[in-house]
């Protein structure tokens, strides 16, 4: 049972974007290891094996991709590999490739946690006050793309069951045109309805997420963990060099451990939660 889920929507929504901001800002192999732990460990603690073979048949696999295509058309670094046709593959490249893929599977898996924990209701809550128009607009939009590919589905198969004659390419088309009709037919009858159930633009915004101390401590803790990484970044000591040879520079211990704090906050208090019941249940 995820804990941190539970937590009022808006402190879970900062977690995630700021973490996520954290991995494109911070380029080092070290930091990106521990975000990709972390991201990982999440993940399989709300998807469970679904998450694990996720990780093996597409992370992986992603990541090596990307580091051997920066190999073959990137040549720098001292470190070589081997060569072929007087061009030389070197460990700095093929590294530099590596980082790269792990830093889009952490947005991936962090995306995938983000999609689980903030349903759109939660997500409407967060701007539900500040942009309630918007927010709305932006959760029917999203609700859309699963409702396109049923619809595209559903298009497909009645179409196998009718021999038009038709080649690939204008049954393409013609699937296409209906399913821009059916989509645009939904979109009316939602509107439709919702002017009938008394929809207003003006209307109150609602929330049944409670705000208590222990969101405001999340919050509190998450600014200050990406502060603090902030500093240690603009100050250079999260600097990783990867060429022409690699090398971490002015690189700072406590850095790497306050941003593992930052990653892994969600299973810490998942672990808090465990720490603090088996305490008072002894105390039964």
Request: net charge positive; hydrophobic share 50%; glycine share 4%.
């Amino acid at each position: 049972m995820d804990r941190f889920s539970r937590f009022n929507p808006k402190s879970c929504f900062l977690f995630f974007v700021l973490e996520i901001v954290l991995c494109l800002l911070i380029f080092n192999p070290a930091f990106l290891a521990v975000s990709l732990l972390s991201s990982l460990f999440y993940s399989i603690k709300l998807e469970g094996k679904r998450a694990v073979k996720r990780f093996f048949t597409f992370i992986l696999p992603l990541i090596f991709f990307i580091g051997l295509f920066n190999m073959i058309f990137a040549h720098y670094g001292e470190t070589v590999l081997f060569t072929v046709f007087l061009y030389d593959f070197t460990l700095e490249s093929f590294f530099y490739g590596i980082n790269q893929g792990a830093m889009f599977s952490v947005v991936i898996l962090w995306l995938s946690c983000y999609s689980i924990v903030m349903t759109s209701d939660k997500f409407l809550s967060v701007f539900s006050k500040t942009a309630p128009n918007c927010s709305l607009v932006f959760s029917m939009v999203l609700s859309f793309i699963p409702r396109l590919r049923k619809n595209a589905e559903e298009i497909n198969d009645a179409g196998k069951l009718i021999d038009t004659g038709e080649n690939k390419l204008k049954k393409s088309i013609s699937n296409f045109s209906a399913l821009i009709t059916m989509t645009l037919e939904e979109s009316i009858e939602v509107s439709d309805s919702m002017k009938a159930r008394g929809f207003n633009k003006n209307r109150r915004a609602y929330s049944k997420y409670g705000f208590s101390f222990s969101d405001g401590v999340i919050i509190t803790v998450s600014i200050i963990l990406f502060a603090v990484m902030l500093y240690y970044k603009i100050s250079g000591k999260t600097l990783f060099i990867f060429e022409p040879a690699m090398a971490f520079n002015y690189f700072s211990p406590l850095s790497l451990a306050v941003y593992g704090v930052m990653s892994f906050l969600p299973l810490i208090v998942d672990l808090w939660e465990d720490v603090k019941w088996l305490y008072l249940k002894q105390k039964i």
